[in-house]
């Protein structure tokens, strides 16, 4: 069954875009995340009444391998994961967008992919200079 797909939905882009996408179309909505574990308490209450729509799965966008199966019968992909600190801020920002697009590209069934990360967002950052 078709799908929605959001990297990064543990984080707080990446929670709202999980939420909006429950309320405004019909399709599953697919949170990828790092460390399920971690996160799908707070996605399932995120998703209320509409959390029969929701999975979370583990993906990394650092990790290619991870990829396919998280982007299996997606029709969009929003991309709004982010590193925590200067030194990840390549390995995700860069290669993982380059990893995310590649990975739909192949998945044959991605009709689009939105991006609403940026390099050095975390608040963490906040002070960081390049």
């Known amino acids: 069954m078709p799908c929605n797909v959001v990297f990064g939905a543990g984080g707080p882009t990446g929670l709202e875009c999980v939420k ?3 309320e405004v179309t019909s399709l599953p ?3 990828v995340v790092r460390a399920p574990d971690a996160h ?12 029969n729509r929701l999975e ?4 990394d966008v650092t990790d ?15 991309f709004a ?3 925590k600190g200067f030194w990840s801020a390549k390995a995700v920002d860069e290669q993982g967008v380059k990893n995310v697009a590649e990975a739909a590209a ?5 009709k689009r992919v939105v991006l609403v ?7 963490s950052n906040r002070y960081v200079t390049c």
């Open 20 to 22: 909006r996408l429950l």
């Open 29 to 31: 909505v697919r949170a």
């Open 40 to 51: 799908a308490d707070k996605l399932k209450t995120v998703a209320g009444d509409k959390a």
């Open 56 to 59: 979370v799965v583990q993906g």
């Open 64 to 78: 290619p391998a991870s990829l396919p199966a998280a982007l299996q019968d997606a029709q969009g992909v929003i």
């Open 81 to 83: 994961a982010s590193g």
């Open 106 to 110: 192949a998945a044959g069934s991605v």
């Open 117 to 123: 990360s940026s390099m050095l967002t975390h608040p």
